[in-house]
Every structure is written in C-alpha cells, then in structure tokens.
C-alpha cells in the first residue's frame, strides 16, 4: 500500500535556527516527490523531485531526494517567524498522496 | 484499499462548451476537495466540501464554475462556457476529517482538461 511519513510531526525553533524535515515514501510507479508550504487552504509549492542526489534551492530553503531509500530532506536555513507553517511531503506515483505534515513553529 | 477515483481522465473540448468531472472519494471520508495546477503553477483551491456544511467556494475563479457533492460522497466539478484558460489539471482529495492542520489528504490521479 502506498504510504508517505513525515517527521518530526512537530518542531518548534527559534529565529536563526537551521531545520531539517523529513519525508520517507513507498509508492507504486514513482514518477516525483513535491515539497508544499501550507499555511492556508492550499498548499503553496515549494520543490519538485524526480532526480536522486540533485539539490534544489530557493532562497534559504533546498531539498534533495534519494530514490534508492526512498526518503527526502527539506532544509530550512536561518528560519525566519514567516516560515512558521505544516511542511508537506507529496510522492507522486499512479496518485498522490500528500502526508499529514511537519507542523513548524519559528519563535522571535 | 480504493484511493480516489476521478474521471475522465483526459478531456478535450471545444471554447464554449460545458464539462463535468467527477470525483469518487474514499470511502467514509467526510472532507472532498477541488483543486486544479496549471502547467507550471502550483495548487489552486477551488472548493471544499465538509460534512452537510455548506461548501466553501472561495477559491472558484469565476461563475462559469460550480460544484457539487451528492449524498456526500461523489462530487461533480461543472464548468460553464470554458474557455483556454481553464486547461489544467484538475485534482480532487480527499480527507477523513476537516480541513485541520496537519490531516492527510489522498489525492486522485487527476483529469487533464484541454480547451481548444
């Protein structure tokens, strides 16, 4: 069965601190993984992976994907109180299934 | 299990004329969502159904587009008079529970729809 976990479901740090999520997977037919903020309805976009071992970056954020384990890293730096929001891993297959999130909290 | 079915597929259709895309959620759950991705945009909320609630529609672009959801379970995305800028990808979800935070939502395989 296809299945997507996220950890830690929680994290609270403070402003400055450097975070990592983590997202393992099994789906069938893996085809990419995207990472969503969600601070609202719906989830704003943040990567899309189909490669193993290739860093993508945006700003202070970046992830990478590794096929072989089947997991992925989203990598916060210098967070900010504006990166306070769930963090969404979704493996794409013959679906997609968004898991139930890392709830990030940046304090000042 | 089932996951969440959605069909068609794939829909082509002329400037003008209406479609319907439909939206069996898993079974049992109570929350059904209405999104679409344009080719390189992200999720767009269209609609959210809870429960007998009354849906919330806030994210429909405009009033060619309507939605429904009978007996709580299946739902039918309707859009009037299309138009090219409604080609997209529409995908349904779905959820045991509402729309809190951190609640897993299955996703179905979408229908790509093409307005030419």
């Known amino acids: 069965e296809d299945k997507v976990v996220q950890s830690p479901l929680s994290l609270v740090v403070h402003e400055g601190d450097t975070v990592t999520l983590n997202c393992s997977y099994e789906?069938?037919?893996?085809?990419?993984l995207l990472w969503y903020k969600q601070e609202k309805k719906a989830p704003t976009f943040l990567f899309m992976l189909t490669s193993s071992g290739i860093e993508k970056k945006s700003g202070r954020l970046s992830s990478i994907l590794d096929k072989k384990e089947l997991f992925s890293i989203l990598n916060i730096t210098a967070t900010q109180t504006g990166d306070s929001a769930i963090y969404l891993c979704?493996?794409?297959?013959?679906?997609?299934?968004f898991g139930a999130g890392t709830r990030l909290t940046v304090k000042p | 299990g089932a996951g969440v079915s959605q069909s068609p597929s794939n829909k082509v259709t002329e400037k003008g004329k209406d479609v319907e895309l439909r939206c069996d959620p898993i079974s049992g759950h109570t929350a059904l969502y209405w999104y679409r991705q344009s080719l390189g945009q992200g999720l767009e909320f269209l609609i959210y159904?809870?429960?007998?609630?009354?849906?919330?529609k806030s994210g429909l672009p405009s009033d060619r587009f309507s939605a429904e959801r009978t007996g709580g379970s299946v739902s039918t995305l309707t859009i009037q008079r299309t138009q090219q800028e409604d080609s997209a990808v529409y995908l349904c979800?779905?959820?045991?529970?509402?729309?809190?935070?951190?609640?897993?939502?299955?996703f179905g395989p979408g229908t790509r729809l093409t307005v030419l």
């Open positions: 789906v069938t037919n893996f085809r990419s």
């Open positions: 979800a779905s959820s045991l529970v509402g729309v809190s935070m951190g609640n897993t939502q299955y």
């Open positions: 979704a493996p794409r297959g013959n679906d997609m299934r």
């Open positions: 159904f809870q429960g007998n609630s009354a849906p919330d």
